[in-house]
T-cell receptor, first 114, second 110 residues
Framework: DAGVIQSPRHEVTEMGQEVTLRCKPI?????LFWYRQTMMRGLELLIY????????DSGMPEDRFSAKMPNASFSTLKIQPSEPRDSAVYFC????????????FGDGTRLSIL | GESVGLHLPTLSVQEGDNSIINCAYS??????FIWYKQESGKGPQFIID?????DKRQGQRVTVLLNKTVKHLSLQIAATQPGDSAVYFC?????????FGKGTMLLVSP
């Protein structure tokens, strides 16, 4: 079975550039989550969607970050303009249903902003 | 053991030993708990979950224990193998979002 698919796996870019991270959730899952992982702060929830609708974006660090889910099989996380402090591993996860269910993670995008 | 929000501890065991990884959670209203395993370069992988109406749940070689009185969660791994080496995270939830601890690194030597 296909799991959560993220692309690209690695991204290196210069500060000020726009970065777009992509995620394909598990088919049939209707909740999607974006996380950021750093050594200092661990795993932090940025935003989550239910049935393609953003439910909670309180974890989005600032206006430079935006996320969309145009359909049930695709989501993007965009950073514009990017800054060196945005360097982290970004994970997408999906789950079945909105209540307490296991979230299944992709293998992440390692982002480095120079 | 680990506590949500603190540094990353390390547990070193010999192959074949049983491992116990501990987690103290903070929110007494949490009613769903989950353990993840994360290997280097990969995303967190679901291991086992437990709801607050239970105090023990078993999987294949793993057991999760929940003590709501002291807000403590543990993961027991039987007959630990080198492939179990990874960072293990506990997470808690009140409804739909998970709050993760910082993790415990498990090192298994042959």
């Amino acid at each position: 079975d296909a799991g959560v698919i993220q692309s690209p796996r690695h991204e290196v870019t210069e500060m000020g550039q726009e970065v777009t991270l992509r995620c394909k959730p598990i088919s049939g899952h209707n909740s999607l989550f974006w996380y950021r992982q750093t050594m200092m702060r661990g795993l932090e929830l940025l935003i989550y969607f239910n049935n393609n609708v953003p439910i909670d974006d309180s974890g989005m660090p600032e206006d430079r970050f935006s996320a969309k889910m145009p359909n049930a099989s695709f989501s993007t996380l965009k950073i514009q303009p990017s800054e060196p402090r945005d360097s982290a591993v970004y994970f997408c996860a999906s789950s079945l249903g909105r209540g307490n269910q296991p979230q299944h993670f992709g293998d992440g995008t390692r982002l480095s902003i120079l | 053991g680990e506590s949500v929000g603190l540094h990353l501890p390390t547990l070193s065991v010999q192959e074949g030993d049983n491992s116990i990884i501990n987690c103290a959670y903070s929110n007494s209203a949490s009613d769903y708990f989950i353990w993840y395993k994360q290997e280097s370069g990969k995303g967190p992988q679901f291991i086992i979950d437990i709801r607050s109406n239970m105090d023990k749940r078993q999987g294949q070689r793993v057991t999760v224990l929940l003590n709501k009185t002291v807000k403590h969660l543990s993961l027991q791994i039987a007959a630990t193998q080198p492939g179990d080496s990874a960072v293990y995270f506990c997470a808690e939830s009140g409804y739909s979002t998970l709050t993760f601890g910082k993790g415990t690194m498990l090192l298994v030597s042959p």
